[in-house]
């Protein structure tokens, strides 16, 4: 797929997912996108096997981005490296106890995540600080010198030190860090000081032991990437996007590893946001719907909400991340009936192999991909040249258990269809609303971005549901993570935690603090090529009442003084207001964590498409009979079960490679896309715009 804009040299994007790696390549005023298959045992063979098919001399590639699944996969695998972890003396078994939530508090049959540290490989130290930092008791260095000489004839592979009040005092952890240098302990240190220097024990020490035990598989894995990249001809630095929507150096992504957990999906969430902006969209939900899960992210003003609350796998992780909200529910997400009789979808699926029945590779249980295949809302064949039809006796045998339960008839596979995707929805539209109405945001006021190759199929039914008047589905939706690589900025987060009332905190202090993250950051951004002209730095406070265990992030503007510190105050007010309904404006506020976000502002690549003129029913490929719900019928779409029932309609089948600029689509209608397809459902309208975005009006009420 190739699409005009104009740029100068090469930028190229690559993403590895579970099943292709996407590359995109913009160059010449051409926008460029290749898929091959991952290579999950080594992921950097298909990097280097997708630059192979590069459409450019290797001299011109002046910007190479890549997202990775290495740490994500490492971490839900529990395939990381041998790692100690010590620790302050009673604190040992801290990361293991964890805190006393439950996934489910009436399963009392509930297990705990097995430790990133065994128990055995956990060590104490003698010392202690308070929480203000003052020393209690002095390190003792014996003890610690004695440790290295047994974690030395050990082999461990990396080691994590997290000290009590480290954030306060990190003195403590350094001196054990050059102790174990000192006795010859040839293995990577992590300190929570440095990854994380934050309140809370068990988020700290746990996030420190993870960075450690990831910190040898990413340095080998970025390691021989960027040996082979050198190889292949490309002289670039290699940049990684973190989970906190910005891009990093490599050699930050190899010393700090746990800021790349969410790596793929904070790009695509990235990707999205450029392209809705470029239409003056800065307020918009975005959903990406691959095989397996749908990922739903928030975006206000502009820029992702980040988070420190981030979990993966049955892990909780506080870096700051891209607040994004996953649920089981993709293209290959199986539909099955419980043994209560209820139809149910996910978090099960059928995944790349065998895949859906459609796919005739060998797969039996009923999808998501297939019911709409059964609906007529997709041809696989356009995608797969032996994939089955909708009357294909697979298809129907899979759907027999399905249509027996929900009609009580095993021929009855339309209806059963309709029943997974009603299932289906339900499960996404939850999702949407947990990043916007349950945290104050009216959807109304925002636009959906749907991508992943599943996305547009579910996003206009879902957006319809949730009132939100209009779906943008990006030209490239399938790799908008790859593209996301290429508009990013770069980006590094800098925090430490000063528990105090707000009333208390000494401005001067405040500065201090805020003086040495911005110094830091101007060292990071100016090795990572970015111009004092070209940087911006972002000030916040988490900030909580007094008594409160959970807290919120506000800005700090101006001049950290006085006067700033009650407009604070004021500002947290209100955003307490909006998350959870209420305020308590007499209560006094409680300062938990000063942050600073240093940008590196980096230039995007003009991506506006040429402009096509023609007669959009020329871009007509077919009309098929496609399954739409009765309006009204059986909660209709006020409920979100825009395929709850419903007849099939004779409707147009259009290529959207063909559609001209400005043309308008009424549904319904069916537009297919060489990454993904969009159902246009009927009262609806879709329009194509100047960046070839497929634009759909819902109908919703909008503001």
């Known amino acids: 797929m190739t699409d005009d804009h104009t740029p100068t040299g090469t930028r190229v994007g690559v993403d590895v997912g579970g099943t292709f790696t996407d590359l995109v390549t913009v160059r010449d005023g051409r926008v460029r996108v290749d898929k091959t298959p991952s290579t999950p045992e080594s992921p950097d063979e298909g990097v280097v096997t997708g630059l192979h098919g590069l459409d450019a001399p290797l001299d011109s590639v002046e910007f190479l981005g890549h997202g990775t699944t290495v740490a994500t996969n490492a971490v839900l695998e529990g395939e990381w490296a041998d790692t100690a972890l010590l620790t302050t003396e009673g604190f040992r078994d801290a990361v293991e106890i964890g805190r006393q939530t439950r996934p489910d508090i009436y399963d009392f049959d509930a297990t705990k995540p097995e430790p990133v540290v065994p128990r055995d490989r956990r060590f104490e130290v003698p010392e202690r600080v308070d929480e203000r930092g003052a020393i209690v008791r002095d390190l003792d260095e014996d003890v610690v010198r004695d440790l290295a000489g047994d974690l030395r004839e050990s082999g461990v592979e990396s080691l994590a030190v997290s000290l009590l009040f480290s954030f306060e005092h990190p003195d403590h952890e350094r001196r054990v860090r050059e102790i174990l240098r000192e006795e010859g302990v040839d293995a990577s240190v992590s300190l929570s000081s440095e990854v994380l220097p934050e309140i809370r024990e068990y988020e700290r020490t746990l996030t420190t032991a993870m960075n450690a035990a990831l910190k040898p598989v990413m340095d080998a894995y970025l390691g021989s990437l960027s040996a082979a990249v050198g190889d292949f001809g490309i002289d670039v630095p290699l940049r990684v996007m973190g989970s906190n929507g910005g891009l990093m150096a490599s050699d930050a992504a190899r010393e700090r590893p746990v800021d790349t957990l969410l790596s793929g999906p904070a790009a695509g969430v990235r990707g ?194 949730l009132d939100v008047p209009e779906v943008i589905v990006p030209r490239a939706a399938g790799v908008l993570s790859a593209l996301g690589l290429l508009i990013s900025d770069v980006v590094y987060d800098y925090s430490t935690s000063m528990v105090r009332r707000l009333d208390d905190v000494d401005p001067a202090a405040l500065r201090d603090a805020y003086e040495s993250f911005e110094a830091e950051g101007r060292t990071e951004l100016r090795d990572a090529g970015r111009t004092d002209d070209e940087m911006a730095f972002e000030r916040t406070l988490d900030l909580r009442y007094a008594g409160q265990s959970f807290d919120l992030s506000v800005p700090v503007e101006g001049a950290v003084d006085g006067e700033a510190l009650d407009a604070v105050g004021e500002r ?117 715009d100047g960046d070839a975005n497929l634009v759909v009006e819902t109908g919703g009420a909008g503001e």
């Open 572 to 688: 947290f007010h209100a955003a307490h207001e909006r998350r959870y309904g209420h305020a308590s404006p007499g209560e006094p506020v409680e300062l938990v964590t000063v942050r600073l976000r240093a940008r590196g502002l980096v230039e995007p690549p003009d991506l506006a498409a040429e402009d096509r003129a023609g007669d959009p029913d020329d871009a007509i490929r077919e009309t098929r009979r496609v399954g739409f719900p009765t309006a009204g019928g059986d909660g209709g779409a006020a409920d979100g079960n825009r395929d709850d029932a419903g007849t099939a309609r004779d409707t147009p089948v259009y290529d959207r490679g063909r559609l001209p600029t400005d043309a308008t689509v009424d549904g319904p209608a069916v537009v297919e896309g060489s990454e993904s397809t969009v159902v246009v459902h009927p009262d609806q309208r879709a329009r194509v």
């Open 272 to 465: 999205a946001t450029h392209v809705a902006g470029r239409r003056g969209v800065d307020d918009l939900i975005t959903m990406d719907m691959g095989g397996t899960s749908c990922d739903v992210s928030l975006v206000r003003d502009g820029d992702p909400l980040v988070t420190t609350d981030t979990e993966v796998g049955d892990y909780p992780v506080s870096v700051p991340t891209v607040d994004i909200h996953t649920v089981g529910a993709g293209g290959g997400s199986i539909g099955y009936v419980d043994t209560g009789g209820a139809l149910r979808v996910g978090p099960r699926s059928a995944g790349a192999e065998p895949g859906p029945v459609c796919y005739n590779r060998g797969g039996t249980e009923p999808t998501v991909t297939d019911a709409h295949l059964v609906l007529g809302r997709i041809d696989p064949s356009g995608f797969l040249p032996d994939a089955l039809g909708r009357d294909a006796d697979a298809v129907r045998d899979a759907f027999a258990p399905l249509a027996e339960a929900v009609a009580g008839d095993p021929d009855a596979t339309a209806a059963a269809a309709r029943g997974v995707l009603r299932v289906a929805n339900a499960n996404m539209r939850r999702a949407l609303r947990v990043v916007s109405v349950e945290r104050g945001y009216d959807p109304r006021e925002f636009a959906l971005v749907a991508f992943g190759g599943a996305g547009p199929l579910h996003a206009t039914a879902l957006a319809e549901a």
